[in-house]
C-alpha cells in the first residue's frame, strides 16, 4: 500500500505483554506499535496469539504483565466500553452481531450514553450518511438473519465508524469474503486511513498483506518474531517462512488421475425456496469419481452450500436424486448418511462443526462414538475415546492445552483442525468439504492440501466447495463453476484458468459450447 | 467498598450475638402458661372465613390474658404439610391445637393418634378421636333467614350463590338457604356456581358476574372474601355477605344482612376445660342458643314487617320448636327425599350430597 | 468509584465451588437484615430454622421426605434444560403421575391388592411421560413453543385433577378426595416419616448419571443442548429425540407424584398442585443439571420449606418464610454469575503518562 497518511506519532504501543490461559503461555512479552495513519499487519499461524493480543487491546482479556499505551498515555482496559472511549474498535473473528435485530439496533446495541428510548429515527440517519461517505451500502432496517456475511461484515465496520473509532482492528476480516468483497473492503479502508484512522489487521491470505498493508509483524507460538516494512519482503514465500519458521509447499504431490466408480451422483436436483422465488438449486447434475477431487467453484451464496448440505441430508430437496456409493440417498437422514460413509466439513465451522462448549475430545468422537470402535452397544469407552483423540490430536498437530479443554478456547485455527480431523478419520469414500481452508494459516492450509489429496489418492471421492480460485487449480481434478444454483459448466483442472473460471462465476456462459 | 462490606459484616454479627444474649434469659422465663396452636387455611387478612376465626381467637386470648399463650400458623395448605405444622406446634410446647378448615382432619387425626396428650379441636369436619374433637355451628339456620330476606328483595326472583366446594358444609348452606327462599316465594330459583376455591378474589368475583349476567338480583355467597358482594352491588344489585358484617367492609346498604360466626364462644369454654382438666372429645354442633352464630344487623332497605318476620322464625329455632330441615323435603329432580313429619338427623345433613328443589346446578 | 462486570478469561474450578457458597453467606445475611428490621434476633431465628428443619429425628425425617419429590422433579426438569428444552410443566406431569396412580388404586379392584402398587406405579410414571410428550412432540414437529405448552398444560392438568377429586372420583366422606389407596398398596416406611420412595430417587440418580454421562443417548443430548445444529450435522435425530427427552422428563416427574401419593397422601386430594415441579426447575438450575448437585440442593429447598414453620412460631408474619426463602435463592441465583464474570473497579486503575 503506497498512500501512506502517518506522521510517525504512535497511537498503540503494546509493551511486554504477556498472557497465559491454563496450560498455554498465549502471548509472551510481545511488544507491538501501530502509528497514525498506518496499516499492520499481524501475522502467525493458528494459535500463534494474535486474537488473544487484539483481544487485550479491546479489554476483553487483561494483560497478566505489561502495558498498554493509547496516543501517549498508559490505560488499564477494563471492557470494550473502555477502549470504545479510547477510539479502538474491533471486528472479531466470530461475528458478534444479533441475529433477530435490525442492523441499526445492532449498530447502537451497547453503547453507553444511549438515551432509555433510542431516537431511531436519528440513528438511521446517521447511519446512512455513514455508508454513502465510505460508500458500504446497508439498509438500517434489515434484519442480520437476511444479510450475507459480506453484507453483516459491512454491519460490522458501520458499528466502529458510528462509534467514532480511530484505531480498527480487523480479525481475519476477509476470511468469510468473496474476492470482490475483499477488494471493496481494501476501498474502504484506504478511505479511512486517508482520514487519518490507523489499523491491525489480521489475516492469513499472503497476498492481502503484501497490498493492503504498511508494516508486517510475525507472531510466533505467542512470541514476536519479526517487524519489517511490508516493501522489504521480496514474496510470499518469504512471508510464510517468516510465520512458520520452514519452507511452505505452493505446490503439492499427488498420484496419477486414475478415477474409478461414480460414488456421489447427483442428477437434475432441483431445491425452491420456502415462499417461492428463484430456485436455490436448478437442474444440478454431476458426479464425483473414487479417486477424484471435484471441485464446485462460484462467488459464496450461489446455491454451493446448499448444495452440499442437500447430499449430506441437512436439507430437503424438491426434485432430483443424489445417489451415493450407487445407493439413493435422496433426501435420506444425515444420520443415513453418515452411515453410508460420507463425512462432511460444514461451512459455518462455529455454528455447525463443533459444540464449543464440550472438549476437544469430546468433538473428535463426534462422529466415530457410534462405533463399535468406540462404544459397546449404548455406553461409550471412556478410556478408548481418549486414546483416541490423544492420536488424532497428534496426527493433525491441534494445538491444545489438553483434551479437556472446551474447543471454543482453541483459535479459530485449530477449531477447523478438530473438525478436518474428525472428518478425514471417519472417511469411508466419500469426503464433502466445503471451504475447508477458510481461515487457516498458511502451514494448516497446506495440511489440509495434502490431507484432500491423500484422501483422493486412497480412492475417495472429495468434493471440494471453494471459492479461491488457486486452490482449486492446484487440488481438484475436474472444477464444477455455480452460478444463481445452476451449474455454468464442469472443466478439466489442468486444462482452464483463473480467467475462464472467474468468467464462468460471473455468470457469462463459455463461447462455442 | 471492601472495607465498607467488612464493617458492615462485624456489625451484623455483633448485633445478632448481643441479640441472641438477651433473648435467651427470656425464653425459659414462662412455662406455666397453656400453649394453643391455631393453624388457618389463610392468613386473617382475607377479611374473611380466617378473620372470623382469629377474631374468636383474640376474645379468647383477652379472656384469659396471661394465662395462655396462642402461636398462629397462618396459609398452610390443606395436605400433609400440615401434619408437619401440628409437630412443630406439638414441639414448641402446645397443649391444644385448633384447625380451622375441612381438609385438615384427616391429617389432624394422623397426628391426635401419634400424640395422646395433646388435644385437637378441627372445626368443621367429622373425624374425632379421644384426643380429637370436632366443631361446628349451626349455619344452615342463618342461611334460612338470610335466604327469606333475598327472596323479599328479589323483583325476578332469580338468585345467584357463589359456593366454593362442594362439601356437606357448602351443600347444606345452599339447601337452607333456598328452603328460607322459597318460604317466601315459592317460585324462586336458586342458582350455585362452584369457584373450587375458599379463597381466591378473582375467581370468586367472576362467579358472581357470571350469576349476575344470567340474570340473578341478589347474589348470596360462601366464600372467603368480599368480592362476589362488591360484584353485585357496584351492579346496583343485592347481595347477602357471609361470615363477616359484610355491609359494614363494603359499605353499602345493598349488602343486605350477613350470616356471621362467633367463634370466641366456642374456643372460651373448650380453654377453660383444659385448663380446668375437663376437656372431653365431642363432636359439637353449636347453634343459636350459644351465639356461635348470628345475623349481622339487617340493611334498612329490607321492609320492618320481613324484618319481624326473620325474627320471629329466628326465635322459634332458638326455641326449638322448628328447625330447617324439618318436614317433607324434595330434592331438586322431584324425588322427595324427606317425608313429612320426620326431622333430618345431624349425620344425614353433616353428609348431604344433594340439592333440594329450587336449586339451579349440581353437586357433582 | 465504579465497578463493573468482567467476564472471566477462563471458568475456574475454584469459582465454580465457591461462589456457591459465598451466595449462601450473603443470602444469609441479607435474611439477617431482613430480621433485624422485623426486631427479630436473625442468629435465634436460623438456629430454629435449622432445628426445624433437622432438630430431631422426626424432623430430619419429615425434611427428607419433602425432598424426596422436590429432587425427583428437579431430576426431571434437569434431563429436559439438558435439551435445553424448558420444560417448565413438571408441576403438571407430576400430576398427572398421582392421577395415573389413583386411577390404578381406585378402580383396577380386580388386580391382587400387592399388584396395585407395582403396576399403579408404572401407570403413573406412563402418565406423566405421555403428558411430557405432547408438548415435545408439538415442539419437535412444529416448533411450537414449549415454555408456553408445557406452562399451559400445567393449568390444564390441574382443573382437571380438581374436576376428578371433588367431583367424579370424590369419596363419599373424608377429606375432599378420593377414597385412599388399600393400605396394603402403601409404599412402606423404613424409617418413621420416610419411605421407600428415597430408595427410588436415590437409586434413580445413579443410573441418570450413568445415562447422561455415560452413554451415547447422554452423549447425544449433551450435544442437542449444547448446539443444536452441530449435533443434527453429526447424524443426530433432534425431533425423536426431544421427544424421547421429554417422555424421560415427564417420567421422572410421574414418578415422583406416584411415589409421593403412594407413600403420603395415599389419594388424589387438595394440595397435590404442591409446587413441587416448579420448586425442580430452581433445584435443576442450582445443581448445574448435576444429578448427584441435585440431592443437596433438594435437601436444601426442603429444610428451607419444613425449617420456615419456626419463623411463624416466633411470632414472625406467614409472609415472612417466602420472604426468607425467596432471599436465601437470590443470591444463589444471581451467584453464578459470579462464576463467569468478576467485578473490577475502576478508578483505582487509570494512571497517568508513561
Ligand atoms: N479463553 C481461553 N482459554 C484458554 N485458552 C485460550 C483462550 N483463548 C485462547 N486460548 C489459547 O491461546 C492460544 C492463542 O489463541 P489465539 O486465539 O490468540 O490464536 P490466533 O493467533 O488468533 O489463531 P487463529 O489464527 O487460529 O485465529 C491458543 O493456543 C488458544 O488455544
Ligand atoms: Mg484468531
Keep these: 500500500m503506497e498512500d501512506r497518511n502517518t506522521d510517525g506519532t504512535p497511537v498503540v504501543r503494546m509493551i511486554d505483554i504477556t498472557k497465559t490461559f491454563p496450560g498455554v503461555v498465549a502471548n509472551d512479552r510481545v511488544s507491538l506499535t501501530l502509528h497514525k495513519g498506518e496499516v499492520l499487519a499481524l501475522l502467525g499461524e493458528n494459535g500463534a496469539g494474535k486474537s488473544t493480543l487484539m483481544n487485550m487491546l479491546i479489554g476483553l482479556y487483561q494483560p497478566d504483565s505489561g502495558s498498554i499505551f493509547i496516543n501517549g498515555v498508559h490505560r488499564q482496559i477494563h471492557s470494550p466500553q473502555d477502549s470504545m472511549a479510547l477510539g479502538i474498535g474491533m471486528i472479531h473473528q466470530e461475528f458478534m452481531l444479533v441475529g433477530n435485530m435490525s442492523v441499526a439496533e445492532n449498530i447502537v446495541l451497547g453503547m453507553k450514553d444511549l438515551p432509555f428510548v433510542p431516537p431511531m429515527g436519528e440513528i438511521k440517519k446517521k447511519i446512512t450518511a455513514l455508508s454513502k461517505r465510505y460508500g458500504l451500502q446497508v439498509y438500517p432496517d434489515k434484519i442480520i438473519h437476511d444479510l450475507s456475511v459480506g453484507e453483516q461484515q459491512r454491519v460490522e465496520i458501520l458499528k466502529l465508524l458510528y462509534r467514532g473509532a480511530d484505531i480498527l482492528i480487523l480479525d481475519e476480516p476477509t476470511a468469510v469474503l468473496t474476492p470482490g468483497e475483499s477488494r471493496d473492503l481494501n476501498e474502504i479502508l484506504k478511505r479511512m486511513l486517508s482520514e487519518g484512522k490507523s489499523a491491525i489487521f489480521i489475516t492469513h491470505k499472503m497476498d492481502e498483506v503484501m497490498s493492503f498493508s504498511h508494516t508486517v509483524q510475525v507472531l510466533r507460538r505467542g512470541k514476536s518474531v519479526a517487524v519489517k516494512p511490508t516493501g522489504d519482503i521480496a514474496n510470499v514465500q518469504e512471508l510464510a517462512n517468516m510465520m512458520v519458521g520452514r519452507d511452505v509447499l505452493f505446490s503439492l504431490d499427488r498420484g496419477p488421475y486414475e478415477p474409478g466408480l461414480a460414488m456421489v451422483e447427483v442428477k437434475d436436483l432441483v431445491m425452491l425456496p420456502i415462499g417461492g422465488g428463484k430456485p436455490i438449486l436448478d437442474n444440478v447434475s454431476f458426479s464425483v469419481r473414487s479417486g477424484e477431487i471435484f471441485g464446485i467453484a462460484g462467488v459464496a451464496g450461489n446455491g454451493q452450500q446448499q448444495l452440499t448440505e442437500a447430499i449430506t441430508g441437512l436439507l430437503h430437496v424438491d426434485g432430483g436424486s443424489i445417489h451415493l456409493g450407487g445407493k439413493n440417498m435422496t433426501n435420506k437422514s444425515p444420520l443415513a448418511i453418515i452411515k453410508g460413509g460420507v463425512s462432511h466439513i460444514p461451512a459455518d465451522r462455529g455454528r455447525m462443526g463443533v459444540v464449543g462448549d464440550m472438549s476437544v475430545g469430546e468433538n473428535l468422537s463426534m462422529k466415530k462414538y457410534r462405533t463399535a470402535e468406540l462404544s459397546h452397544n449404548a455406553v461409550m469407552k471412556k478410556s478408548r475415546i481418549r486414546r483416541f483423540a490423544e492420536d488424532?490430536?497428534?496426527?493433525?498437530?491441534?494445538?491444545?492445552?489438553?483434551?479437556?479443554?472446551?474447543?471454543?478456547?482453541?483459535?479459530?485455527?485449530?477449531?477447523?483442525?478438530?473438525?478436518?480431523?474428525?472428518?478425514?478419520?471417519?472417511?469411508?469414500?466419500?469426503?464433502?468439504?466445503?471451504?475447508?481452508?477458510?481461515?487457516?494459516?498458511?502451514?494448516?492450509?497446506?495440511?489440509?492440501?495434502?490431507?484432500?489429496?491423500?484422501?483422493?489418492?486412497?480412492?475417495?471421492?472429495?468434493?471440494?466447495?471453494?471459492?479461491?480460485?488457486?486452490?482449486?487449480?492446484?487440488?481438484?481434478?475436474?472444477?464444477?463453476?455455480?452460478?444463481?444454483?445452476?451449474?455454468?459448466?464442469?472443466?478439466?483442472?489442468?486444462?482452464?484458468?483463473?480467467?475462464?473460471?472467474?468468467?464462468?462465476?460471473?455468470?457469462?456462459?463459455?463461447?462455442?459450447? | 467498598m471492601k472495607r465498607g462490606i467488612v464493617l458492615l459484616l462485624i456489625v451484623l454479627l455483633v448485633s445478632m450475638v448481643a441479640f441472641g444474649q438477651g433473648s435467651k434469659d427470656k425464653a425459659s422465663a414462662a412455662d406455666a402458661v397453656l400453649k394453643v396452636g391455631v393453624i388457618y387455611i389463610s392468613p386473617p387478612g382475607d377479611m374473611g372465613y380466617s378473620y372470623m376465626h382469629d377474631q374468636g381467637t383474640i376474645a379468647m386470648e383477652q379472656h384469659f390474658g396471661d394465662k395462655v399463650e396462642v402461636i398462629r400458623m397462618e396459609d398452610i395448605p390443606e395436605n400433609e404439610s400440615s401434619e408437619r405444622v401440628m409437630e412443630n406446634l406439638i414441639d414448641a410446647g402446645c397443649k391444644i391445637i385448633f384447625a380451622n378448615s375441612y381438609n385438615y382432619q384427616q391429617y389432624m387425626q394422623n397426628v391426635a393418634k401419634r400424640h395422646p396428650n395433646v388435644y385437637f379441636e378441627h372445626c368443621s369436619g367429622y373425624l374425632d378421636n379421644p384426643n380429637m374433637s370436632n366443631y361446628f355451628g349451626r349455619m344452615y339456620q342463618m342461611r334460612y333467614l338470610s335466604g327469606m330476606i333475598a327472596a323479599r328483595m328479589s323483583a325476578s326472583g332469580k338468585i345467584g350463590y357463589v359456593g366454593a366446594y362442594n362439601t356437606p358444609e357448602v351443600v347444606r348452606g345452599i339447601n337452607a338457604f333456598t328452603l328460607g327462599v322459597r318460604a317466601i316465594n315459592p317460585k324462586a330459583t336458586v342458582t350455585v356456581v362452584w369457584t373450587n376455591t375458599w379463597f381466591d378474589p378473582s375467581l370468586e368475583r367472576q362467579g358472581a358476574i357470571a350469576l349476575l349476567d344470567q340474570g340473578c338480583d341478589v347474589i348470596a355467597q360462601h366464600q372467603d372474601t368480599t368480592e362476589p358482594a362488591k360484584a353485585a352491588v357496584e351492579r346496583g344489585k343485592y347481595a347477602i355477605g357471609y361470615n363477616a358484617d359484610f355491609g359494614k367492609i363494603v359499605g353499602d346498604e345493598r349488602v343486605l344482612v350477613s350470616p356471621m360466626w362467633n367463634w370466641g364462644n366456642y374456643m372460651i369454654p373448650t380453654i377453660q376445660s383444659v385448663l380446668d382438666g375437663t376437656w372431653k372429645s365431642q363432636s359439637y354442633w353449636g347453634g343459636l342458643e350459644d351465639e356461635m352464630i348470628h345475623l349481622s344487623p339487617i340493611s334498612p332497605l329490607v321492609p320492618a314487617d320481613m324484618v319481624k318476620a326473620v325474627e320471629a322464625k329466628q326465635q322459634e329455632m332458638h326455641d326449638k320448636k322448628w328447625d330447617v330441615f324439618w318436614g317433607e323435603i324434595r330434592d331438586n329432580t322431584g324425588a322427595v327425599r324427606q317425608k313429612s313429619g320426620e326431622k333430618m338427623s345431624d349425620e344425614a345433613m353433616l353428609t348431604i350430597d344433594w340439592f333440594v328443589e329450587g336449586v339451579i346446578g349440581s353437586v357433582y | 468509584m465504579r465497578t463493573h462486570l468482567q467476564k472471566r478469561d477462563n471458568r475456574s474450578m475454584r469459582m465454580t465451588i465457591l461462589v456457591p457458597i459465598i451466595?449462601?453467606?450473603?443470602?444469609?445475611?441479607?435474611?439477617?437484615?431482613?430480621?433485624?428490621?422485623?426486631?427479630?434476633?436473625?442468629?435465634?431465628?436460623?438456629?430454629?430454622?435449622?432445628?426445624?428443619?433437622?432438630?430431631?429425628?422426626?424432623?430430619?425425617?419429615?425434611?427428607?421426605?419433602?425432598?424426596?419429590?422436590?429432587?425427583?422433579?428437579?431430576?426431571?426438569?434437569?434431563?429436559?434444560?439438558?435439551?435445553?428444552?424448558?420444560?417448565?410443566?413438571?408441576?403438571?406431569?407430576?400430576?398427572?403421575?398421582?392421577?395415573?396412580?389413583?386411577?390404578?388404586?381406585?378402580?383396577?379392584?380386580?388386580?391382587?391388592?400387592?399388584?396395585?402398587?407395582?403396576?399403579?406405579?408404572?401407570?403413573?410414571?406412563?402418565?406423566?411421560?405421555?403428558?411430557?410428550?405432547?408438548?415435545?412432540?408439538?415442539?419437535?414437529?412444529?416448533?411450537?413453543?414449549?415454555?408456553?405448552?408445557?406452562?399451559?398444560?400445567?393449568?390444564?392438568?390441574?382443573?382437571?385433577?380438581?374436576?376428578?377429586?371433588?367431583?367424579?372420583?370424590?369419596?363419599?366422606?373424608?377429606?375432599?378426595?378420593?377414597?385412599?389407596?388399600?393400605?396394603?398398596?402403601?409404599?412402606?416406611?423404613?424409617?418413621?416419616?420416610?419411605?421407600?420412595?428415597?430408595?427410588?430417587?436415590?437409586?434413580?440418580?445413579?443410573?441418570?448419571?450413568?445415562?447422561?454421562?455415560?452413554?451415547?443417548?447422554?452423549?447425544?443430548?449433551?450435544?442437542?443442548?449444547?448446539?443444536?445444529?452441530?449435533?443434527?450435522?453429526?447424524?443426530?435425530?433432534?425431533?425423536?429425540?426431544?421427544?424421547?427427552?421429554?417422555?424421560?422428563?415427564?417420567?421422572?416427574?410421574?414418578?415422583?407424584?406416584?411415589?409421593?401419593?403412594?407413600?403420603?397422601?395415599?389419594?388424589?386430594?387438595?394440595g397435590v398442585n404442591s409446587g413441587y415441579g416448579f420448586t425442580g426447575i430452581i433445584i435443576a438450575w442450582m445443581s448445574a443439571l448435576n444429578p448427584f448437585v441435585s440431592i443437596l440442593v433438594a435437601l436444601i429447598m426442603a429444610a428451607l420449606e419444613t425449617g420456615s414453620d419456626a419463623l411463624q412460631i416466633m411470632k414472625l408474619p406467614s409472609a415472612m418464610g417466602e420472604v426468607m426463602q425467596g432471599l436465601i435463592l437470590i443470591p444463589l441465583l444471581a451467584g453464578s454469575v459470579f462464576i463467569d464474570y468478576r467485578l473490577v473497579s475502576r478508578a483505582s486503575h487509570t494512571e497517568a503518562t508513561p
Excluded at chain 3, 428444552?85 to 403421575?97: P, R, S, T, V
Excluded at chain 3, 408456553?148 to 398444560?153: P, Q, S
Design chain 1, 392 to 513: 488424532l490430536i497428534e496426527r493433525f498437530t491441534i494445538k491444545t492445552p489438553s483434551q479437556d479443554t472446551s474447543v471454543k478456547f482453541l483459535s479459530g485455527g485449530n477449531i477447523q483442525k478438530t473438525i478436518l480431523a474428525r472428518e478425514i478419520d471417519f472417511c469411508r469414500g466419500i469426503l464433502i468439504a466445503v471451504y475447508p481452508s477458510r481461515g487457516l494459516d498458511v502451514g494448516a492450509t497446506e495440511a489440509v492440501r495434502q490431507n484432500l489429496i491423500k484422501q483422493r489418492d486412497q480412492g475417495s471421492a472429495v468434493l471440494l466447495v471453494s471459492e479461491e480460485l488457486e486452490e482449486l487449480l492446484m487440488v481438484a481434478d475436474r472444477i464444477a463453476v455455480m452460478f444463481e444454483g445452476r451449474i455454468m459448466d464442469i472443466l478439466d483442472a489442468n486444462k482452464t484458468t483463473t480467467e475462464e473460471l472467474g468468467m464462468l462465476m460471473a455468470g457469462v456462459a463459455r463461447e462455442g459450447r
Design chain 3, 23 to 270: 451466595s449462601l453467606l450473603v443470602s444469609f445475611l441479607l435474611g439477617a437484615l431482613v430480621l433485624l428490621l422485623s426486631k427479630a434476633n436473625p442468629l435465634v431465628t436460623y438456629q430454629a430454622m435449622l432445628k426445624g428443619a433437622f432438630g430431631s429425628q422426626t424432623k430430619i425425617q419429615y425434611t427428607i421426605a419433602k425432598a424426596v419429590p422436590l429432587l425427583l422433579c428437579g431430576l426431571a426438569v434437569g434431563v429436559a434444560f439438558r435439551l435445553k428444552f424448558w420444560n417448565i410443566g413438571a408441576e403438571g406431569q407430576y400430576i398427572a403421575g398421582v392421577i395415573g396412580i389413583t386411577w390404578v388404586m381406585q378402580f383396577w379392584t380386580f388386580l391382587p391388592v400387592w399388584l396395585l402398587l407395582p403396576i399403579g406405579m408404572v401407570v403413573g410414571v406412563a402418565c406423566g411421560a405421555l403428558w411430557a410428550a405432547i408438548p415435545g412432540f408439538l415442539k419437535a414437529q412444529w416448533s411450537v413453543d414449549e415454555t408456553l405448552t408445557t406452562l399451559m398444560m400445567n393449568y390444564i392438568i390441574i382443573g382437571y385433577a380438581e374436576y376428578l377429586y371433588i367431583n367424579a372420583w370424590k369419596a363419599p366422606r373424608g377429606n375432599m378426595g378420593t377414597i385412599l389407596y388399600p393400605e396394603a398398596a402403601w409404599l412402606p416406611r423404613i424409617w418413621g416419616r420416610v419411605h421407600a420412595g428415597v430408595y427410588f430417587a436415590l437409586a434413580l440418580v445413579v443410573v441418570l448419571y450413568f445415562i447422561l454421562y455415560k452413554t451415547r443417548w447422554g452423549f447425544e443430548l449433551n450435544m442437542i443442548g449444547k448446539n443444536r445444529r452441530a449435533a443434527q450435522c453429526q447424524g443426530v435425530c433432534i425431533k425423536r429425540n426431544i421427544v424421547l427427552g421429554m417422555l424421560l422428563s415427564g417420567a421422572i416427574a410421574g414418578l415422583a407424584g406416584a411415589i409421593d401419593s403412594a407413600a403420603v397422601t395415599h389419594q388424589l386430594t387438595k
